[in-house]
Structures are given as C-alpha cells and as structure tokens.
C-alpha cells in the first residue's frame, strides 16, 4: 500500500496522498492558488483504506478582542498579516443577520449598523466545509476581532474510506463533491 497516489481525471486540480510504510500519510490539494494539507494515520480495514488525522478543533477562528467602542456600527474584524486572505472571510450574525452573508472588505472588516450579537458565525471562502460559531457573552459589545488559526488550511480525516484495486484507489474525496474519484499509483 505504501506510496504515492495521484487524483487523476480532474481539470485544473493536482490532489493526491503519500502512504508511508510507519503507516503515516500525508494529503495534498491545490487549486490555482488554493494549497490545502492533511496528515494523519492510515490502515486496511476489511479491504478499504481508512484515514484518520488529530481531531479537527473546534474553532478556525481565534476570538482576540470583544468590547464596546464609541459610534453607530457593530464592527467585525479579521486582523492578518497576509493582507490577501482579508476580503474572504463570511459572518452571519444574529440576531437580524443569520440569513444573509456578510463579506469582509479588503481590510478584513464588516461594519452594520449598531445592535445587539449573541452570536458571530465565522467562514473562510477557501474552506467551505465549517463554519466557526462564537456565543457573544456580552451583547453590549459592538466592536469584535478575530484572527485565523494556524490549522485553517488543514484538513481533518475520520474515518475516511478509499476502496483499493490494481489501479490505486477510488471513492470520495475530502474536499470535493462527487463519489467516484481515482488516485493512481
């Protein structure tokens, strides 16, 4: 089983995983500009691969700042030193807003006006798969500042099966919709 298995057949997107014999794997996914990664552990079970990695923290998002600041807006906003990632980050809030989507603009900031949060939901564009949810303890507070967490870009396997045969491996991918996918050897 060990070695290096390649997505094939799909446009635009190199994918693929390493299987190492200290039953170790690592799994990579790039698109453009979009690089995400994984690792974790691998066995065979009843003729499937099955990966597993550390458990997936709860949270993308770290919340650094929450406080009342003078004016008429509730502010979110994302403080990152790669000013890139700082126009993709989505927030639906509540009450009022957890309906609708709310973009961050070039500066990492959403402003709406003034009122009450009892919770800010947190997504960043290129991770679609979760959302972070903070509970706001103080709902007098206008003013909220987050930061991502270094594991952003990682992601996280439980008990994710690949079927084997001659060619590699074929089934579902972490990342993408669909459920027959093949990664040659």
Same mark, same amino acid.
């Given at each position: 089983?060990?070695?290096?298995?390649?997505?094939?057949?799909?446009?635009?997107?190199?994918?693929?995983?390493?299987?190492?014999?200290?039953?170790?794997?690592?799994?990579?996914?790039?698109?453009?500009?979009?690089?995400?990664?994984?690792?974790?552990?691998?066995?065979?079970?009843?003729?499937?691969?099955?990966?597993?990695?550390? @458990?997936?923290? !709860?949270? +993308?998002?770290?919340?650094?700042?929450?406080?009342?600041? #003078?004016?008429? *807006?509730? $502010?979110?906003?994302?403080?990152?030193?790669?000013?890139?990632?700082?126009?993709?980050?989505?927030?639906?809030?509540?009450?009022?807003?957890?309906?609708?989507?709310?973009?961050?603009?070039?500066?990492?900031?959403?402003?709406? @006006?003034?009122? !009450?949060? +009892?919770?800010?939901?947190?997504?960043?564009?290129?991770? #679609?798969?979760? *959302?972070? $949810?903070?509970?706001?303890?103080?709902?007098?507070?206008?003013?909220?500042?987050?930061?991502?967490?270094?594991?952003?870009?990682?992601?996280?396997?439980?008990?994710?099966?690949?079927?084997?045969?001659?060619?590699?491996?074929?089934?579902?991918?972490?990342?993408?919709?669909?459920?027959?996918?093949?990664?040659?050897?």
């Amino acid at each position: 089983m060990t070695g290096e298995y390649y997505l094939r057949g799909v446009t635009e997107v190199a994918s693929g995983f390493k299987l190492n014999a200290d039953s170790t794997f690592q799994f990579f996914f790039s698109y453009g500009a979009l690089d995400r990664y994984g690792a974790g552990n691998w066995q065979v079970k009843e003729g499937k691969l099955v990966l597993n990695s550390r @458990p997936q923290p !709860a949270k +993308d998002f770290a919340l650094i700042t929450s406080k009342v600041v #003078p004016g008429t *807006y509730t $502010t979110i906003r994302i403080i990152e030193n790669n000013a890139m990632l700082l126009s993709y980050v989505n927030a639906k809030v509540s009450p009022g807003h957890m309906d609708s989507v709310l973009t961050t603009d070039k500066k990492g900031v959403i402003a709406l @006006p003034k009122q !009450a949060v +009892d919770t800010i939901m947190l997504l960043f564009e290129f991770c #679609p798969e979760r *959302y972070s $949810t903070f509970s706001v303890a103080d709902t007098t507070h206008n003013y909220f500042e987050f930061r991502f967490e270094p594991w952003l870009m990682e992601v996280f396997f439980a008990n994710f099966n690949l079927s084997v045969d001659e060619k590699g491996l074929y089934g579902n991918h972490p990342l993408m919709e669909g459920a027959q996918f093949r990664y040659n050897k």
